[in-house]
């Protein structure tokens, strides 16, 4: 019987609060006055999900593949990079097994709106909803996203060859 190879990856990511921006989460774009600053949509939990996967099959981190400043990610939806990103894993013949997750946001209320964020990064990794797990939490009021200055987001994920 052949031996299964499985790798754990994690990530992490923040971006400023900022007005005259939407708000995008997990691929889902959330009511709020502001939303985060960033050369792409600036979605800080796909871009930890992104990073969990890469680290996971030892492949560099995001900037490697999308740079900021390549014209060609200028806004463009966190959730095709996903895509992208869970191919370059499918190239290297790993499958994602599961991802679990954290949004940190002092507001606005997340708790609505997990279920259709791990539907949204399920889809964009063709695995079943029931693979991915987001959770939301605050910072009871500490630091920068305490204060209501920023968003970020961990991520974990189990891949197997």
Known sequence: MRES???????????KL???????????????RKGLAGYSDADVLTHAVIDSLLGAAAAGDIGSYFPTGNPKYKNISSIKLLEKAAGI?????Y????????VIAQEPRLTPYTDIM???IAKALKIPPSSVNVKAKTEDKLGY????????AQAVCLIQR
């Open 18 to 32: 900022v007005r005259g921006r939407k708000l995008i989460l997990g691929g889902v774009n959330i009511p709020f």
């Open 118 to 120: 791990a539907r949204t």
């Open 89 to 93: 894993i499918r190239k290297k013949r």
């Open 145 to 152: 996203v305490g204060r209501g200055m920023a968003i970020s």
């Open 5 to 15: 190879h499985m790798r754990i990856g994690i990530g992490w990511d923040v971006h």
């Open 95 to 102: 499958k994602v097994v599961n991802v679990d997750s954290t």
